[in-house]
Nanobody, 116 residues
Framework: QVQLVESGGGLVQAGGSLRLSCAAS????????MGWSRQAPGKEREWVAE???????HYAGSVKGRFTISRDNVANTMYLQMNSLKPEDTGVYYC??????????WGQGTQVTVSS
């Protein structure tokens, strides 16, 4: 089992920055990838960014160049640095972990609100 806990969300003005954290615990050694998704009100969940256990990173086109995903292996924590935030970045941000077999693990989410 893997437990994921997000933090760092909040209210920020357009153009501002936030850093989200995802603290992971449990059996992390077998994971294939970890990443972030978000869900805006009334919309489907949207993938944001991911890094694979091999070390490669991937970003959705809407956040590329503004968001950076990173991890601290010692602290078992994943981060999402979000710069140049836009109102359309508003939503609940979830971290997830992909395992070889079975459903993904998900955190409970953290709210990000960007005011114009």
């Amino acid at each position: 089992q893997v437990q994921l806990v997000e933090s760092g969300g909040g209210l920020v003005q357009a153009g501002g920055s936030l850093r989200l954290s995802c603290a992971a615990s449990g059996s992390l050694s077998d994971l294939n990838a970890m990443g972030w998704s978000r869900q805006a009100p009334g919309k489907e969940r949207e993938w944001v960014a991911e890094f694979t256990i091999g070390g490669s990173t991937h970003y959705a086109g809407s956040v590329k160049g503004r968001f950076t995903i990173s991890r601290d292996n010692v602290a078992n924590t994943m981060y999402l640095q979000m710069n140049s935030l836009k109102p359309e970045d508003t939503g609940v941000y979830y971290c997830y972990a992909i395992r070889p077999i079975g459903p993904n693990y998900w955190g409970q989410g953290t709210q990000v609100t960007v005011s114009s």
